[in-house]
């Protein structure tokens, strides 16, 4: 596998990554991660090759990696013989991961973790919108058509990436949740932390604090919703370049006393005290292409709110351990009033959640993967096996 992104940068590439790598080892599929090297020290697992790296002057919480140093080792993983390239982002790593691909004989695939068209803006937005989408589209084109196989996270991106042009054959192989990383948690001791007490409605939004998350949506409809239910407050559990943005927007609506902003929590410690403390998980993003977090929300038993938007639609769509709004503030803050004010329906969500979850069981997904490895080593020409 090579990555552009992975811990101890937290985001739902780096999560998926890691998930796959210790279900398929558990198959008795070795892997190999390519992976940068960050500033910040992180005890690595088994397997990785850390790049040496560089800022990226747009995304500073992002690296990329120098091209130089994956070419001169390329001599030594050669000799340990890989079977197939697994490239999981489409910048430097793409391009990389076609080469050793190249070098060692073997087909390359690649997951599309990213909906570039609906948030390319955000980071450029000193260019037109239109042209942005367009070159997006190329873009993702082009990479699709590259790489023997296409992993998409959801149906959506399959539709999506279809309408591009892209003619690659594509497999929806969501990332899964190892459920034993999802039990227990305090709850008080994050809403003491907090100074928050035992009785107060609390929503939570977990995932990266970016522009394409939507979060400013969850601030408006949390005004509303306080319109009825004065005492609700919500947690940011995460970190971002729309942070400052946001905070400011917290200040204009006067919810800087009812708005936590918590930073990137430990996922087996804090994190797991966070789920515990909220009594609802609200999310509304429109770039997302699966939905991690409402997963693991669900594996916790925390109900969801959601809109359902992209690849959500396929986590939420069944309306198991969920409310699904429509993509309006109004609406949406409709169904937490709701949500919050029926114990009943909060306890049935629940049970439903956690029955959910349980069909998205890393265990499957990765078994879903490695047949998807097979057949492309089987397919690939003789030449180059």
Not at 46 to 68: A, C, K, N, Q, Y
Not at 71 to 90: G, Y
Not at 307 to 319: C, E, F, N, Y
């Amino acid at each position: 596998m090579i990555s552009d992104v992975y811990f101890p940068r937290v985001n739902g590439v780096s999560t998926s990554i890691q998930t796959f790598r210790r279900e398929l080892d558990a198959l008795g599929l070795e892997t190999r991660l390519i992976a940068p090297e960050y500033p910040s020290s992180f005890a690595d697992e088994v397997g990785i090759l850390r790049i040496p790296s560089s800022r990226l002057p747009l995304d500073p919480e992002d690296r990329r990696m120098h091209g130089g140093a994956i070419r001169a080792a390329a001599e030594r993983l050669a000799r340990e013989r890989f079977d197939v390239v697994h490239i999981q982002t489409p910048f430097v790593a793409h391009y990389l991961g076609l080469e050793l691909a190249r070098r060692f004989g073997v087909p390359a695939i690649e997951s599309y973790h990213t909906f570039f068209e609906e948030y390319l803006f955000h980071y450029v937005p000193f260019l037109p919108k239109g042209w942005l989408r367009a070159a997006a589209r190329r873009f993702s084109r082009t990479q699709g058509n590259s790489v023997a196989a296409l992993v998409v996270p959801s149906t959506a991106m399959r539709e999506v990436l279809g309408s591009y042009g892209v003619t690659a054959p594509m497999h929806v192989i969501p990332t899964g949740i190892p459920l034993a990383d999802f039990s227990g948690g305090d709850g008080a001791r994050f809403r003491m932390r907090l100074g928050v007490a035992a009785g107060t409605p609390l929503l939570l939004f977990v995932g990266r604090v970016a522009h394409e998350k939507n979060i400013g949506f969850l601030l408006r409809a949390l005004q509303l919703a306080r319109q009825q239910v004065p005492a609700l407050e919500m947690v940011i559990a995460g970190e971002g370049p729309a942070e400052s943005s946001l905070r400011r927007e917290t200040a204009q609506l006067g919810l800087e006393a009812r708005v936590h902003f918590v930073g990137y929590l430990d996922r087996k410690g804090a994190l797991l005290d966070c789920y515990a403390a909220a009594d609802a998980f609200v999310f509304a993003s429109r770039t997302e292409t699966q939905g991690l977090v409402l997963l693991e929300a669900m594996a916790v038993g925390l109900p969801v709110v959601s809109t359902a938007v992209m690849g959500t639609r396929d986590i939420v769509g069944p309306r198991r351990g969920a409310l699904v709004p429509e993509d309006d503030e109004r609406a949406f803050a409709g169904e937490i009033v709701r949500l919050i004010g029926d114990p009943a329906l909060r306890a049935a969500l629940s049970g439903e959640a956690r029955e959910y979850a349980r069909e998205w069981h890393a265990d499957a997904l990765a078994r879903r993967m490695a047949a998807l490895y097979a057949e492309v080593i089987a397919a690939a020409p003789r030449s180059r096996r």
